[in-house]
């Protein structure tokens, strides 16, 4: 591995403790019993993607808020989750004060900030949780802390979440290890010399829009995600011209006939104009492990390729310069 800055080697070592992080977490968490009408979770960048997680695994209508405002829909019996790793993000604040003064059940949790401040002062309820080197990198605190916090109010089965916990601690093993050829994070951050594209089974959006968010900022470059089944309808035409651009193929073993189906025929056509691509397969098993692993797994491999391009995965100037000026 390339010389790398002392930030960057502590995202690695937080990468490496995830599922003792994880595990911490959830177990740790305060349980809340809480009754609600429908629910909206609110966050943007790495505390964001936990609204994405959320919609995915309970069959509670879920609104999700990436942005300063609420939706027309939200009413007084509506349970609002606002989550921000720093506790200072302005957009989150925004949207908590406002669902403060519609009188919304709310649930905040952050490592601090203004977050925390602001609910102390007007006795929200409110859960904190550590944050260590970056907020993406921190995933699994704010993640485990809501799912330990609101398992039973959200429906989830405990063993499905500490399921999850046990499984990330197998692949850690696989991604840390030295058996380069064998190792599935090392080989997808080879193949991602150009510009990724994802092109992801329905179920993994949340894990796909993930990879998307850290293939950005750890990597400082553009890359796209495309659910395959419309994108059968429209970007695939675009592999009529040669680009600079690679396919990445993330699925899973136990997806729907049609969309397996749909997924092999992109595959047939892909070789048919000999474009290389990546096949990644989500592992067996709950959702939730699905989406956690295979964002273990992706988001580990944009480090590698930041690193071995010679950039910092932890530096975000565009990202500091945005919001300086908020």
């Known amino acids: 591995m390339k010389k790398i800055s002392a930030m960057a080697q502590e995202m690695i070592d937080v990468y490496r403790s995830w599922p003792e992080h994880a595990e911490e977490s959830f177990n740790s968490s305060e349980k809340i019993d809480i009754k609600f009408n429908d629910i909206l979770v609110s966050g943007m960048g790495g505390s964001g993607i936990i609204a994405n997680i959320l919609y995915g695994l309970t069959d509670h209508e879920i609104f999700v808020a990436k942005g300063y405002f609420l939706p027309k829909k939200i009413a007084k019996d509506t349970l609002v989750i606002c989550n921000s790793a720093s506790g200072n993000t302005i957009e989150t604040l925004t949207l908590l004060k406002t669902a403060h003064e519609a009188e919304c059940k709310i649930i905040a949790f952050s490592s601090g900030g203004k977050i925390e401040k602001y609910c102390k002062t007007n006795k929200i309820a409110f859960n904190k949780y550590k944050m260590l080197n970056s907020p993406r990198s921190s995933l699994v605190f704010s993640l485990y802390s809501i799912l330990g916090?609101?398992?039973?109010?959200?429906?989830?089965?405990?063993?499905?979440?500490?399921?999850?916990?046990?499984?990330?601690?197998?692949?850690?093993?696989?991604?840390?290890?030295?058996?380069?050829?064998?190792?599935?994070?090392?080989?997808?951050?080879?193949?991602?010399?150009?510009?990724?594209?994802?092109?992801?089974?329905?179920?993994?959006?949340?894990?796909?829009?993930?990879?998307?968010?850290?293939?950005?900022?750890?990597?400082?470059?553009?890359?796209?995600?495309?659910?395959?089944?419309?994108?059968?309808?429209?970007?695939?035409n675009a592999w009529e011209r040669p680009s600079n651009i690679s396919p990445i193929l993330f699925r899973k073993n136990d997806d729907h006939l049609l969309i397996k189906k749909q997924f092999n025929v992109v595959k047939e056509y892909l070789e048919s104009k000999k474009v290389p691509y990546f096949e990644l397969f989500a592992p067996k098993g709950n959702l939730l492990n699905a989406l956690i692993d295979s964002i273990y797994r992706m988001g580990y491999a944009t480090i590698l390729r930041a690193i071995n391009d010679g950039v910092d995965p932890t530096d975000i100037p565009a990202i500091r310069f945005i919001k300086a000026r908020l």
């Not at 290890?177 to 993994?204: G, Q, V």
């Open 149 to 236: 916090s609101l398992s039973e109010s959200l429906g989830l089965p405990e063993k499905q979440i500490t399921e999850s916990i046990s499984n990330l601690k197998k692949t850690r093993d696989i991604i840390f290890s030295t058996d380069k050829e064998n190792n599935p994070s090392a080989n997808l951050a080879k193949f991602m010399s150009k510009i990724p594209i994802c092109y992801y089974s329905p179920l993994l959006l949340p894990a796909a829009l993930r990879f998307k968010n850290d293939f950005q900022e750890n990597c400082k470059k553009h890359a796209m995600i495309e659910e395959i089944a419309e994108s059968c309808h429209n970007s695939i």
